[in-house]
């Protein structure tokens, strides 16, 4: 059985910093595609970075270098730094992944979710 479960969400000021990790059970992230989304209520949920099995990166997004996806193959974790901190990034952040090695935008391509995180950048 697959898990993904994400920590470090958090509340902090305008250009903080916050580093959110995922940790994988039965899903080998070293294999495959994985991604961070996010979600605001009432909005799409929209990816923000994700890294495939060739640690090729990809952004949904202009994030003008804030963000940084990584993953320990080690600890079977994906994280995801986030600096600079802007009120707009405030969302539930979900680590996703899918049983193929490249990946997608779309949320509907990933086969796995975690239960989300949530960041809250506020003055």
């Known amino acids: 059985q697959v898990q993904l479960a994400e920590s470090g969400g958090d509340s902090v000021q305008p250009g903080g910093s916050l580093r959110l990790s995922c940790v994988s059970s039965g899903y080998h992230v070293s294999k495959s595609c994985l991604a961070w989304f996010r979600q605001v209520p009432g909005s799409k949920r929209e990816i923000v970075l994700s890294i495939d099995k060739y640690d090729l990166i990809e952004y949904g997004e202009s994030l003008e270098g804030r963000f940084t996806i990584s993953k320990d193959k080690t600890k079977n974790s994906l994280y995801l730094q986030m600096n600079f901190l802007k009120p707009e990034d405030s969302a539930t952040y979900y680590c996703?992944?899918?049983?193929?090695?490249?990946?997608?935008?779309?949320?509907?391509?990933?086969?796995?979710w975690g239960q989300g995180t949530q960041v809250a950048v506020v003055a």
């Open positions: 996703a992944g899918r049983n193929y090695e490249s990946c997608f935008r779309s949320p509907t391509e990933y086969q796995y």
